[in-house]
């Protein structure tokens, strides 16, 4: 989804557009646009997202607000490039952040190994108020993930990071996974057999996002690293989802 007027006046002084960024008030407003338009035509994860969002009103304030501030962030960056590279940065932050209330999502964690484990992540005995706390900032980081990643490649024309992206977040969730599953099966009195290979697999992530915000997506190895995952195979397996 693109400025129609925007694009025209790009082509009539394409100098002028590739060397200024846009405005927080243009990166909100398509923002507000994509997040309208992913309600109805994304997958059903992101329409769930984008749909919450925008009929809860506290959220949806919520959402804004700290949407605002990343996208002041990225407007402070007076140049092009440098809007690129702080959305990126973006990127990376919310996926982050919206990764603990999916894994609590997908592996249906119940009962005191919920608990335990939320304690672990957070450091906090406050469990009710951590739950809801996480909810809302996994609706918000999710829906401004879903902004920027178009925000690249859409508005910015860096279609090879947004291919990347999607690579990666694969590769994150895996290690997240694979993270929250030692943790689990430690509270359990087990081992995670993945668990020594935890710090390898988060220094390989740290490779491919410093590749990617240098600008070289295509020299993060994706592949190699998925296949590691692969290869071990237990991060499906561990017998540590029980509850009491």
């Not at 592996?107 to 005191?112: K, L």
């Not at 994150?172 to 668990?195: F, H, K, T």
Request: proline share 3%.
């Amino acid at each position: 989804m693109r400025n129609n007027a925007m694009h025209t006046a790009a082509q009539s002084s394409p100098s002028r557009h590739v060397a200024s960024g846009y405005s927080c008030a243009r990166l909100m407003e398509y923002s507000e646009q994509h997040l309208a338009l992913i309600a109805q035509c994304g997958s059903s994860e992101q329409s769930h997202v984008a749909t919450r969002l925008l009929q809860d009103v506290p959220l949806y304030r919520h959402w804004e607000v700290s949407h605002s501030r990343l996208m002041r962030g990225v407007a402070a960056r007076r140049q092009r490039p440098q809007q690129v590279h702080e959305l990126k940065k973006v990127t990376f932050l919310t996926l982050h952040r919206k990764a603990p209330f999916e894994y609590l999502r997908d592996r249906q964690v119940q009962g005191q190994a919920r608990r335990q484990l939320v304690r672990a992540l957070f450091g906090t005995q406050e469990y009710t108020q951590c739950i809801l706390r996480e909810h809302t900032a996994y609706l918000s980081s999710a829906g401004s993930f879903l902004c920027a990643d178009s925000l690249c490649g859409d508005l910015m024309r860096d279609s090879a990071f947004s291919e990347a992206l999607e690579h990666y977040e694969n590769s994150y969730n895996e290690y997240y996974r694979a993270y929250c599953d030692s943790l689990l099966a430690e509270q359990a009195g087990e081992i995670a057999p993945v668990q020594a290979l935890l710090p390898y697999l988060r220094y390989q992530l740290k490779l491919i996002r410093d590749h990617m915000l240098s600008g070289a997506p295509q020299h993060s190895e994706f592949t190699q690293l998925q296949s590691l995952y692969e290869n071990l195979g237990d991060t499906q397996k561990l017998p540590v989802l029980r509850q009491q």
